[in-house]
């Protein structure tokens, strides 16, 4: 049976693994993103040392390609990250080391984009061929299929959507560096601080909750903390104005929906914004991924077996 090498590099772990050609993860190894040392080339150190270890383990087996998801953003043609957050190289070279190394081929997205063709291929996007993939955890982030094909955009960076605006009424900077943008609302990272501009703004205080993470306010919202409670319904709002751009933008049938403070809250979430969320367009449904996690690696996987960047439908 053919096998391929699935890559998923994010900020702060990556995991590599060994995949059928069927979807089934046979083996897989992971461990923390090498940040520390003079040159990128640690990156691509550290993914062949882990693949090698694999094919060690696995015996007699050879693979047919290697698929890479990778935190973006990324320069797809280069085969490289480029000035990637959270990640203290401005290139991080991943294509042709493992290309040179290996010799099969090797292709990269991002991971949205990996993410939406592990849904599309083995999870609850299988349906359509017109779906987004939505992540909302520390980050937001988007990948799409259209029509059945990968929006990939010119350098492979198209649907960053945590950078829509939705507001200019808090004036919140977003870790790019801009104003308004969903994500410095709506993300792990910055749910805390815009609860403490909302009570600011408000001249509300938050009694008797512990607020200081997303997770902890969502907590007290669910045990029924009045202040909470207005928090979430304006979140709401701010996540409605993302998901109707999101609507407008791209007419998707299906939105996946995936990331630890979706998957957690998901009536807090879902309920607030789908009240306020614009009916220009018909209104697509919202599901929630079931592949705990794993759609960009087996996005990668997808990638891996050629149904890959170039035009044309990858359906196989
Ligand atoms: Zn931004």
Same mark, same amino acid.
Request: hydrophobic share 40%; glycine share 12%; proline share 5%.
């Given at each position: 049976?053919?096998?391929?090498?699935?890559?998923?590099?994010?900020?702060?772990?990556?995991?590599?693994?060994?995949?059928?050609?069927?979807?089934?993860?046979?083996?897989?190894?992971?461990?923390?993103?090498?940040?520390?040392?003079?040159?990128?080339?640690?990156?691509?150190?550290?993914?062949?040392?882990?693949?090698?270890?694999?094919?060690?383990?696995?015996?007699?087996?050879?693979?047919?390609?290697?698929?890479? &998801?990778? *935190? @973006?953003?990324?320069?797809?043609? +280069?085969?490289? #990250?480029?000035?990637?957050?959270?990640?203290?190289? !401005? /290139?991080?070279?991943?294509?042709?080391?493992?290309?040179?190394?290996?010799?099969?081929?090797?292709?990269?997205?991002?991971?949205?984009?990996?993410?939406?063709?592990?849904?599309?291929?083995?999870?609850?996007?299988?349906?359509?061929?017109?779906?987004?993939?939505?992540?909302?955890?520390?980050?937001?982030?988007?990948?799409?299929?259209?029509?059945?094909?990968?929006?990939?955009?010119?350098?492979?960076?198209?649907?960053?959507?945590?950078?829509?605006?939705?507001?200019?009424?808090?004036?919140?900077?977003?870790?790019?560096?801009?104003?308004?943008?969903?994500?410095?609302?709506?993300?792990?990272?910055?749910?805390?601080?815009?609860?403490?501009?909302?009570?600011?703004?408000?001249?509300? &205080?938050? *009694? @008797?909750?512990?607020?200081?993470? +997303?997770?902890? #306010?969502?907590?007290?919202?669910?045990?029924?903390? !009045? /202040?909470?409670?207005?928090?979430?319904?304006?979140?709401?709002?701010?996540?409605?104005?993302?998901?109707?751009?999101?609507?407008?933008?791209?007419?998707?049938?299906?939105?996946?929906?995936?990331?630890?403070?979706?998957?957690?809250?998901?009536?807090?979430?879902?309920?607030?914004?789908?009240?306020?969320?614009?009916?220009?367009?018909?209104?697509?449904?919202?599901?929630?991924?079931?592949?705990?996690?794993?759609?960009?690696?087996?996005?990668?996987?997808?990638?891996?077996?050629?149904?890959?960047?170039?035009?044309?439908?990858?359906?196989?």
């Amino acid at each position: 049976m053919d096998h391929v090498i699935a890559i998923d590099v994010g900020a702060t772990n990556t995991r590599v693994a060994l995949v059928t050609g069927e979807g089934t993860l046979s083996a897989s190894v992971s461990s923390s993103t090498p940040v520390h040392g003079n040159s990128a080339d640690i990156i691509a150190a550290d993914l062949i040392r882990k693949i090698n270890g694999l094919l060690v383990n696995a015996g007699d087996i050879t693979i047919s390609g290697i698929g890479i &998801s990778a *935190a @973006g953003p990324v320069d797809i043609h +280069a085969g490289a #990250i480029i000035n990637p957050p959270n990640i203290p190289f !401005p /290139v991080v070279p991943l294509v042709h080391p493992l290309q040179d190394t290996f010799g099969v081929p090797v292709h990269m997205v991002n991971d949205c984009h990996a993410g939406v063709l592990g849904e599309y291929t083995y999870g609850c996007g299988s349906d359509t061929d017109n779906l987004l993939y939505i992540t909302i955890s520390t980050g937001i982030g988007a990948g799409a299929i259209l029509n059945g094909r990968l929006v990939l955009g010119r350098d492979g960076n198209a649907c960053e959507i945590g950078h829509f605006i939705v507001d200019d009424r808090y004036n919140h900077r977003c870790g790019c560096g801009h104003y308004g943008h969903w994500e410095g609302f709506s993300s792990g990272r910055h749910i805390p601080r815009f609860f403490r501009a909302y009570c600011g703004y408000n001249s509300l &205080s938050p *009694a @008797g909750c512990a607020c200081d993470t +997303a997770q902890e #306010i969502f907590s007290a919202a669910g045990n029924g903390n !009045p /202040v909470a409670l207005s928090f979430i319904e304006e979140l709401g709002m701010i996540n409605a104005r993302g998901f109707s751009d999101v609507i407008v933008a791209y007419d998707p049938e299906v939105i996946i929906l995936d990331g630890s403070v979706v998957l957690q809250n998901r009536d807090l979430i879902l309920g607030p914004m789908q009240r306020h969320l614009d009916h220009y367009l018909k209104t697509p449904e919202f599901r929630f991924s079931a592949l705990d996690g794993r759609a960009p690696l087996l996005g990668a996987s997808v990638i891996a077996l050629g149904y890959e960047t170039g035009i044309g439908s990858f359906r196989p």
